[in-house]
Structure formats: C-alpha cells, structure tokens
C-alpha cells in the first residue's frame, strides 16, 4: 500500500492535469455556444444582469419586478463572471461550471490527503463523467452551488467525526458550518432541512453524537449565523414581510406541499432519475449496493465514508420523494455522494478484486457505451448535422472510443477501460457542442425573436408573453419585458384579459406568441396588430387597444 501511494504521488501533478483537462472539457467546452433555455436560465441570469446594471447587490429583480425565488450567491457570482466576460451566455454559466469543477477537485484532494489515494483518483473521475452533473454544471442555475456548498458541509462532517484531536476537529466544524451556511446562501432553507439529518444519522450510526464539545458547537454556530445573515439580514430589515411571504412561504413551503408551479412527477421519480443521471456508471451500482449489509462504519473510517454517503443519497431522495413539485436539479446534492459510491467499486475494479458476477457489470457498462455511442452518432445524422470533412470524425468518435473501452476489457486492462468511459463522454461533450448546439439553437430557444423584438422596440415600449414557460426574451431583450400584471411576476399571459390590463397602461406590447394563439389574438375584437417577425412556430406582434 505504501508503494502504491508513493507511485501515485510521483504521478500528481499529471493527475491533476488529466483531472482538470478532463473539467474543461465536460464543464467549459462549447458552455457559450448554446442559448439560454427553458424557464430558469435566462430570469437567473437577467437576475444577475439586472444587479451588474444597477449595482444593487442586495434586492433582486427581474424586469425590475422584486423577485424573491431564491437567495443572492447565485446572483453575486454571476454579476462578476459578467463584469470579467462580459454579459452573455458563457458568462452566465461559469459559475456552475466553476463549483462543479472545484466540487470534483475538492473530494479528490480531501480524500487523496486522506489516505485514500486510488478513490482521490476515482471520484472526481467518476463525478465529472455522469450525466446529470454535467448537464447542471453546464447551466445558469443555482442548483450548482447547493450541491457545491453541501459537499464542503458533509465532507467536512466526516473529518469532524474521525478527527482524533480537538483542534483539527475544530477546524473541519468551522468549515461545516461556513459550507452549511453558503448553501441557504445557494438556495435556502433546504440546505440546512437536508444537512441536519444527514450528518445527524452520520454521527448517530457511527457513535460520534458526543465527540463534539458543546464550545466548538457553539462557534460553528456563530460562523453560520455571520456568513447567512450577510444577505437575509439586510434584505429582511429592508423589505419585511413581502421578502419573508414570497421567499419563505411561496418558495420553501407552497412550493413542498402544492403543485401550483405544475412539476408533478410520479414517486419513483428521483431513485430512477440517481439511476439514470450517473450514466455510463449506472451499472456499477448494483455492484455497490450489494455490499451494503457489509459496512461496518464503526470500525473502518472507508466504510464510514461510504455510510455517510448512502445516507447522503436517501435522505434527499426520500424528501423530495414526497415533495407535490419535482424537478430534476432537486437532487443534485446527491451526485457526489453516488460517485464516492461508485468509485469504490472502480477502485476494486483497478485492483481486481471483483468476483465473476460483479465483471458483468462491466461488461453490461461496455455494452452501454458501445449503445450510447451508436446511438449518438445515429442522433447526429437524423438532425443532419454536417459531416464535411473532418466533422465527420467527431460523429462517430464516442462509438470509436467505446469500441477500443470493450477491447481493452476484454484484455483486462480494467484501469483504462474505466478511463474509457470518461473518454466517451468528451467526446461526446466535444461532439455536441461542436456539431449539435449550433444547429439546435434556434429549435431550442427563442433567442433570435427575442432579438429582433428587442431590436423592434419604440422607446418605452416593452415585450409582453402570450406563451407557457418561454423566458428567452426576459434575458435578451435585457430586461424590457412587461411585469407586474397580475401578482408581479413577469407577465406570462395565457389569456387576452391579462393582455388587455397590461395594454390599459402602456399603449402597445410587442407580443410573442405561437402561431396555434395566433387566432384567438387576431380574432380578439379588442386589439390592433402589426407582425414584426417569426422563429419556426413563434410570431412577434406589436400589439395595442382599438380606440373606442
């Protein structure tokens, strides 16, 4: 064991550079190129252009609406990446891409410093390469910087309850707290609601619920308070009760108990969904969990990590399991957690400690890939990506390169195969990015329209939404979209009477829309229309009351 910690620490700094080649790929590669979509992305990022515009780093706003969904750090770090970059797409999503890649990094170093050296290698490996988590470090959402900040929290739980003297268990609880407190900067209340019972169990099941004297607690909690109350202080003496109403009530509590933001899914929703998002790892599960009944977390602090992370993987799962609104970026936190999972049976995998059946789960994973990169390259054609020249390459490397993974596990030559996964993956990433996005990018957003209706505008005139859950415009049209009509939020009219309250006091709107409203628009008795321009499916209208 000596020796092969001594052969990997004469081989760091190239881990470290693989590690973070392979970071640039799956969270920075290609991160401008596709627009902003959805729902979430632009109102997170017209949020935070909103404060780089105005310098008001303490009152969110979108359209200049107050707008209390979650708290600021998202915000803050978002408004920098813009005063470097410049505002835009990139700029937006660094700081996802950012925590992600320094959430990989972190457990690698804690757990190479550790002692663990083999697993310092193979989470961050393991975690860079799942699915879901590239796809939300590759996002401008706050989903990002919880998992981030909840990571440092219960990794640093950990140390606290194997640290043999009182100073270094101090010093891991200050960092806990400090985490603790960054993730109810990240996205509130749920960063404490899911920290607390997961290091709670943690120190219960391993005997550690008294090892922490009641002054060091006393400390963590003043660090906590200080670094959270930086915002919820200031914001709450300056709006009050519509801070607490909107923030607390409608966005912690209503938003748990009702489905009034419509994400109903069903109850198997997040186990499937842990399953599926660390794809191509999937199958290494199975191997992991039937070694469950074996751990023995009091005795071996490795079988104490991995405890605490099958705790850290059902506590969220069960929460939002019985949660009346679900979103896939809801458990996000529990990715580094499935891959120190993981990476312990890559690293039994390296050390060829697996049994006849626990190989079928790799080849089963090498099947998968050879499925994922057919299939992807079969993708790319039927959207009729271009294949000129040495695109071509690009289409059909993932399959390529999964092909090579399957001969190099038929060699036995397990430690590369695994890196094989990870190489499919970027060369999806690469693939993606390069052919895909830029083809897609007028299908997938409306980043176009929202331009030339932005470019349309008479002065004081504003953007209105006769469409469900389309916000480019709020972002690309910086902000010149109608608010206020009729609870503040942006309008987002489903209805000709919201329209008609928003026309009584500006005296026209351009309006997106889609053609299928086109008609009840244009058949309304009550509206002038003048058609400014279109994007496949979407029309742009400026929009007025008839004169009585």
């Known amino acids: 064991m000596i020796e092969e910690r001594t052969a990997y620490a004469k081989h760091r700094w190239y881990v470290l550079l693989g590690l973070l080649a392979l970071a640039a790929v799956a969270f920075f590669c290609g991160l401008g190129t596709l627009a902003l979509l959805g729902p979430d992305e632009p109102r997170y990022a017209e949020v935070a252009r909103e404060m780089f515009a105005t310098g008001d780093y303490l009152s969110p706003r979108l359209c200049g609406c107050l707008w209390f969904e979650k708290p600021a750090l ?49 989470v961050p490996l393991v975690l860079m390469s799942s699915g879901l988590f590239i796809g939300y470090a590759r996002a401008a959402t706050p ?60 120190f219960a099941i391993t005997g550690n619920l008294r090892s922490v004297r009641w002054q060091a607690c006393a400390a963590a909690l003043a660090v906590f308070l200080i670094v959270s109350a930086s915002w919820y202080l200031p914001v709450t003496i300056k709006h009050g009760w519509a801070f607490i109403d909107q923030f607390f009530i ?38 992991a969990a039937v070694r469950i009944r074996r751990l023995r977390p009091r005795r071996d602090h490795r079988d104490s990590l991995l405890t605490l992370s099958w705790i850290w993987v059902a506590v969220p799962i069960i929460f939002y399991s019985f949660s009346a609104s679900k979103l896939p970026g809801y458990i996000l936190p ?18 060829g400690e697996w049994t006849r059946g626990q190989n079928g789960v790799a080849w089963l994973t090498a099947l998968l890939l050879v499925g994922l990169g057919a299939g992807y390259a079969l993708y790319l054609r039927r959207e009729g990506v271009d294949e000129s020249g040495w695109r071509v390459a690009l289409v059909w490397l993932p399959l390529a390169v999964a092909l090579m993974s399957v001969g190099l596990l038929a060699a036995s030559k397990r430690r590369v195969f695994t890196l094989g996964l990870a190489a499919v993956v970027a060369a999806v990433i690469i693939g993606t990015t390069t052919l895909l996005f830029p083809k897609v ?84 008795g009550r509206f002038d229309m003048e058609f400014i321009d279109s994007q496949g499916e979407a029309l742009a209208y400026r929009v007025k009351l008839k004169k009585r």
């Not at 992600?100 to 083999?118: E, H, I, K, N, Y």
């Not at 942006?490 to 006091?505: F, G, P, T, Y």
């Open 74 to 122: 998202f915000y803050w770090l978002a408004a920098g990446s813009y005063r470097i970059f410049g505002v835009g797409e990139f700029a937006a999503r660094v700081p996802s891409a950012l925590a992600a890649t320094l959430t990989a990094l972190f457990l690698g170093r804690v757990l190479w410093r550790s002692g663990s050296t083999r697993l310092g290698v193979a």
């Open 334 to 351: 529990v990715f580094p957690a499935l891959a120190i999972i993981i990476a312990a049976e890559v690293e039994r995998l390296w050390r």
């Open 250 to 287: 409608d966005h912690h509590f209503r938003r748990y108990v009702s489905n009034r933001f419509s994400h109903r899914q069903p109850f198997y929703f997040y186990p499937a969904l842990a399953v599926y998002g660390v794809a191509p790892w999937s199958f290494f599960l199975i191997a």
């Open 441 to 524: 990018n007028d299908q997938w957003s409306l980043r176009l329209l929202s331009r030339k209706a932005a470019a349309a505008l008479q002065p004081d005139e504003k953007i209105g939404f006769f469409i469900y859950k389309e916000f480019a415009p709020v972002f690309y049209a910086e902000g010149r979209v109608e608010c206020g009509y009729p609870e503040g939020d942006i309008l987002n009219a489903l209805h000709q009477d919201r329209l008609v309250a928003a026309l009584e006091k500006e005296s026209s709107l351009v309006v997106i829309t889609l053609e299928r409203w086109q008609d009840d628009l244009e058949d309304d």
């Open 143 to 202: 989903d990002m910087l919880l998992a981030a900040s909840m990571t440092a929290a219960i990794i640093s739980g950990h140390f606290v309850a194997i640290a043999n003297e009182d100073a270094s268990r101090l010093k891991w609880l200050l960092l806990c707290a400090a985490a603790a407190a960054l993730s109810v900067l990240a996205k509130g209340l749920v960063g404490v609601v899911l920290l607390v019972p997961i290091l709670g169990l943690y």
